[in-house]
């Protein structure tokens, strides 16, 4: 998973009648198929006491995060992943003024969050610091974001961090990276958890968002799905929504969940977006939202049918595997 090598670029310029040599990235998203694209150059490889690092400059996405082998964002197009995640929850809230990030390191998630002008606080929790300073260092486009006033940051595990606090949330977001084994967050993906820290910590109306893996006709049943199911076993209404992230390769899903009814229609979202958010949205609108969380046929029939629901003994992972389950295996 997310392997660097060199190759012949079949689709470069040809050198004296041959090939140019490109390097590329590799990342093997299931056993029988791989998505690999051409680097400029590799900025950084590493690994944190967490997860493995790695910051790529590549030619179609621009600068790319990857962390244990899976792409996190990348410079071109993580707008459609952050604006998906944070709009709707905010919007839907009548008021947002609290809001806690379940990790979001790189600050992208933080930087959605402070275009709300209703937004008072912003906790990100995020458990390996040395992410953090990596991307506050390398990922210039959310230094503003760092140096908000309205921004707290805290170094922690996000359920740590949420049981040893006393205030609660009108939002929070969970942008946590994929579950897969060996990683550091498939707990936070569990039925206990959101049940337990996540909903008690809510102000009442409250909402609470995720990222929910891959939602792709093929792909949607290996934890989007359980992560929809398991959010209907403890919050009244459960949206699910998705969107095409062209560096995935893939669709994306996420979750909205409440106690609170979540239904508003373009025109409202479209009005709460011209009072409430700074600048303008490059991917979401009110029509874009409609359109995302109206999932085919397919998609509908697997979330109506799905019975599993996420614990720590009963988890499911995304294909990859996490620094941890590496470690163990030497």
Known sequence: MGDIGSGNGVHGTSNGGGYRKSCWYEEEI??????CFALNSILHTGATQYQDIQLLDTKPFGKA?????????????????????????????????????????????????????????VVMCDIDEEVVDFCRLYLVVNKE??????????????????????????VIVGDLADPIEGGPCYKLYTKSFYESVVKPKLNSGGIFVTQAGPAGIFSHTEVFTCIYNTLRQVFKYVVPYSAHIPSYADIWGWVMASDSPISLSADELDLRIKQRIKGENRYLDGKTFASSSTLSKAVRKSLDNETHVYTEKSARF????????KQNQD
């Not at 990857?66 to 919007?91: M, T």
């Not at 974001?145 to 009108?170: G, K, M, T, W």
């Not at 995304?318 to 389950?325: D, E, P, Q």
């Open 318 to 325: 995304i294909y990859g595997h996490g620094a941890a389950y």
């Open 65 to 121: 995060l990857v962390i244990d082998g899976k792409l996190q964002s990348a410079e071109n197009d993580e707008f459609i992943y952050h604006e998906s995640l944070v709009h709707p929850a905010l919007l839907h809230h009548p008021n947002p003024k609290t809001v806690f990030i379940m990790g979001g390191g790189e600050g992208s998630t933080a930087r959605e969050l402070l275009r709300h002008k209703t937004v008072e606080k």
């Open 30 to 35: 299931e056993e029988n198929l791989r998505w």
């Open 145 to 170: 974001a760092f140096c908000d006033p309205r921004l707290e940051l805290v170094i922690n595990d996000a359920r740590a961090a949420l049981e040893s606090r006393e205030e609660h949330y009108d």
